[in-house]
């Protein structure tokens, strides 16, 4: 298991990446009675991936988690790729129609909660970042002055560059000033700096104690680093949105699944009934290829209404 996390981290992946990966590792060597890795072959691997689909009856995307959380076992710490590994097959993902509110249900969404979460919600719904992108913003990537957002490192390990909305900037100052209250508590009483990547804090020391790498939305209790074992404050916990999201859903009366990305799938939709180019929408959310950013185009094609069912056109009484 530490050859796992060494490798993952060697490599760069994310923390949650790296977890997933030692969990399914060690899910795998356990189910197959400890056998160590090398002593096994296609046929121990198939048998777990069928458990999981016939009896533990996982989606197709844990499943595909599972099967590259093995292949990275084989090809990168083990250091063998071998030609059975080229034949084991992906199941295929399940193509949804994504889950899209209109402008008056965001609204009410939104009406419903409060604090720091209330601002999360809001930039999804006006960026349409992705939840951790939003959670991990820092304070020199918010450009009043540009009104942008550079959001660094998203999916893909790429940097791209969204819209600061004009009506969110006087709720991003108030969580500016309650942010540099919590830095300069931190400060006063020693705590380890924030996070910062790629060592940064060996090239440029305390880089990690200072106000442009703070997070925008710190959190308000300080945690143990699962690195390093330092208690340091980290960005506000994902989980604290999902709650006050599935709260705000109920208390809004909105019958239909909702989750954080619900927003970024809500902005996309509605730049595109307005008329925004599809490129630029795909640029926004940062897709690689445009053909993802098309599914939404089928969700204009129903809620627009320019196709008539033939009902309509016949007398039932």
């Avoid at 034949?87 to 249900?105: A, F, H, K, M, Q």
Wanted: hydrophobic fraction near 40%.
């Amino acid at each position: 298991m530490d050859q796992v996390r060494e490798r993952a981290r060697y490599l760069h992946y994310s923390l949650r990446t790296e977890d997933a990966y030692v969990y399914w590792v060690r899910f795998f060597i356990r189910w197959q009675g400890l056998k160590h890795p090398r002593d096994m072959g296609p046929a121990e691997v198939q048998s777990f991936l069928t458990m999981l689909a016939c009896e533990r009856h996982v989606s197709s995307s844990t499943h595909n988690q599972a099967l590259s959380a093995i292949l990275f076992l084989y090809r990168e710490v083990i250091g063998v790729d071998l030609p059975w590994m080229q034949d084991l097959n992906r199941p295929r993902y399940t193509r949804r129609i994504p889950t899209v509110l209109s402008p008056e249900e965001v609204s009410r969404l939104i009406l419903h909660m409060e604090g720091a979460v209330r601002i999360v919600a809001r930039l999804l719904y006006g960026t349409g970042m992705r939840l951790m992108e939003a959670l991990r913003l820092r304070i020199k990537d918010v450009e009043f002055d540009k009104q942008v957002i550079v959001v660094r490192e998203a999916k893909g390990n790429k940097d791209r560059v969204v819209m600061l909305p004009r009506s969110l900037e006087e709720d991003f100052r108030r969580q500016l000033a309650d942010a540099r209250s919590l830095w300069h508590v931190d400060r006063r009483r020693g705590h380890a700096g924030v996070d910062v990547p790629h060592a940064l804090v060996k090239k440029y020391p305390k880089v990690d104690q200072t106000w442009g790498w703070f997070w925008m939305f710190p959190s308000p209790v300080l945690a143990t680093d699962p690195r390093t074992g330092e208690l340091r404050r980290h960005h506000l916990n994902e989980d604290r949105l999902q709650r006050a999201m599935k709260r705000a859903v109920a208390a809004a009366e909105i019958y239909k699944r909702v989750s954080a990305h619900t927003l970024r799938h809500s902005f996309a939709t509605h730049l595109l009934q307005s008329g925004t180019d599809i490129r630029t929408v795909q640029e926004l959310l940062g897709h690689s290829d445009v053909s993802t950013t098309m599914i939404y185009t089928h969700v204009l094609k129903v809620s627009a209404g320019t196709t008539k069912s033939p009902l309509d056109t016949i007398y039932t009484g």
